[in-house]
């Protein structure tokens, strides 16, 4: 689903665009050469160990219960960077992420999709004209757990061999009071699409980035997620909890 996809962040004034698939256009500044040399020629991962943002390292079991944050390829964000024609300085892939928290026989369950893109054109000054379209790989689901995460991709669950994506598409932002946003939109899952609404706050984090925060709350069964036994919303809650987080450049 994601073959070939990076992010494409152009900040203007009073707006702020991430697009993924991207392709820069014009020519290729010096310091995106130097990446390219490096990402295809000497093959040593330089691009990546030279982007922005925290990276800690985890072995073992951290590692592999560490809630992974959606995978960009670092020279897509590195070409940006060195862009002239964008006043953004890159993105903090790190920080960004898609996760989801369900009640199961009354314990929470937290998890997080490893792998989506999204195209998100964001104008605080005129929201109106906001647009955003993510892509969610299923099956890229983690939630800490193998056999669990083998189950949820089976039919009664994300059925991700027939439907491998869950993909959300905008109809209409509002902006709000504080700086909140109502963003309403088609979300469609398991080959079953319907219309929710999720409000969303900006914020600004200690380093002056920007950081837009939604959460909206979701009825699996509307979706058949769960079928059969697993319909006992006694045992499995019906109500599923998404939070997005996307980490930004500063908007105006």
């Given amino acids: 689903m994601l073959a070939g996809s990076g992010k494409e962040l152009a900040a203007s004034?009073?707006?702020v665009s991430l697009a993924l698939d991207a392709s820069p256009a014009g020519l290729v500044p010096p310091d995106a050469a130097v990446a390219l040399k490096h990402d295809f020629v000497d093959r040593d991962g330089l691009p990546a160990r030279i982007l922005p943002g925290p990276r800690r390292p985890a072995t073992g079991k951290a590692a592999h219960m560490r809630?992974?944050?959606?995978f960009v390829p670092p020279l897509a964000a590195l070409l940006l960077s060195a862009s002239p024609h964008s006043s953004a300085r890159g993105v903090a892939v790190e920080r960004s992420d898609i996760r989801f928290v369900s009640t199961q026989m009354g314990a929470s369950?937290?998890?997080v999709f490893r792998k989506w893109k999204a195209n998100v054109?964001?104008?605080p000054r005129d929201p109106a004209r906001s647009r955003a379209e993510i892509e969610i790989d299923l099956a890229s689901i983690d939630l800490a757990n193998e056999q669990s995460e083998s189950e949820v991709r089976r039919p009664s669950w994300f059925d991700t061999r027939q439907f491998p994506t869950a993909r959300f598409v905008s109809t209409a932002v509002r902006g709000l009071p504080?700086?909140?946003?109502?963003?309403?939109g088609q979300l469609s899952l398991k080959g079953i699409t319907r219309d929710v609404m999720m409000p969303v706050q900006l914020k600004r984090d200690a380093g002056g980035m920007s950081v837009a925060e939604g959460q909206l709350t979701?009825?699996?069964l509307d979706f058949r997620i769960g079928d059969g036994p697993w319909a006992d919303t006694d045992t499995v809650a019906n109500d599923v909890v998404v939070r997005v987080?996307?980490?930004?450049?500063?908007?105006?």
């Fill in 13 to 15: 004034p009073g707006a």
């Fill in 67 to 70: 809630l992974i944050a959606p």
């Fill in 109 to 111: 369950v937290e998890g």
């Fill in 121 to 123: 054109d964001f104008r």
């Fill in 178 to 184: 504080g700086d909140r946003y109502e963003v309403a």
């Fill in 218 to 220: 979701l009825q699996r």
């Fill in 245 to 252: 987080r996307m980490v930004l450049p500063p908007v105006g």
